[in-house]
T-cell receptor
């Protein structure tokens, strides 16, 4: 069975400082990995994905994530956080087997609070 | 980018009422749609997967007769919460995926429906 862990319930960072949101995963075979952001009372917005290729993936709104196979991690990063980045962030994994289909397994979410 | 429209955004109704939530893919054909439930300050819980023209596949513990899902076309799926009770109050979110079973495209999410049963 596949699983995702986001070890931090909340991350606090000052505006302008680097932001990192951690994610580790467990899946058989090569994973498809995704990051989504959720604002209050809204659905999820897609930020970026890793399927194959370069380990560093660039996404929307200046976010990027680094796939590390040996550490089974896919941490989300932003060099300089904005107050508007304050939201709930979800890491998700999809297994590579046909049986996994397109189903995503989500981490528990990390709330990011960027203070001015 | 791909747009998924979910309607209504908020419903408040009396216990015993049935509530229908619509999920539409506006600019792409959604071969698969997913329905999630999200409790306050928690992650998304997958309720069911629906493929156009076939019966939905429900996750363990989700009552099929309680949460009726219809995916009649490549752009529309509906979730009906039958005889809703206060414990069904939650935030329901749909998502849509295209290009077949093993697409590497992300799921695109609607804005969710806040259901409150009095």
């Amino acid at each position: 069975a596949q699983s995702v862990a986001q070890p931090e319930d909340q991350v606090n960072v000052a505006e302008g400082n680097p932001l990192t949101v951690k994610c580790t995963y467990s899946v058989s075979g090569n994973p498809y990995l995704f990051w989504y952001v959720q604002y209050p009372n809204r659905g999820l917005q897609f930020l970026l994905k890793y399927i194959t290729g370069d380990n560093l993936v660039k996404g929307s709104y200046g976010f990027e994530a680094e796939f590390n196979k040996s550490q089974t991690s896919f941490h989300l990063k932003k060099p300089s956080a904005l107050v508007s980045d304050s939201a709930l962030y979800f890491c998700a994994v999809r297994g590579p087997t046909k049986a996994a289909g397109n189903k995503l397994t989500f981490g528990g979410g990390t709330r990011v609070l960027v203070k001015p | 980018g791909a747009v998924v429209s979910q309607h209504p955004s908020r419903v408040i109704c009396k216990s015993g009422t049935s509530v229908k939530i619509e999920c539409r893919s506006l600019d792409f054909q959604a071969t698969t749609m997913f329905w999630y439930r999200q409790f306050p300050k928690q992650s998304l819980m997958l309720m069911a997967t629906s493929n156009e023209g076939s019966k939905a596949t429900y996750e363990q513990g989700v009552e099929k007769d309680k949460f009726l899902i219809n995916h009649a076309s490549l752009t529309l799926s509906t979730l009906t919460v039958t005889s809703a009770h206060p414990e069904d109050s939650s935030f329901y979110i749909c998502s849509a995926s295209s290009l077949g079973e093993r697409s590497n495209q992300p799921q695109h999410f609607g804005d969710g429906t806040r259901l409150s049963i009095l």
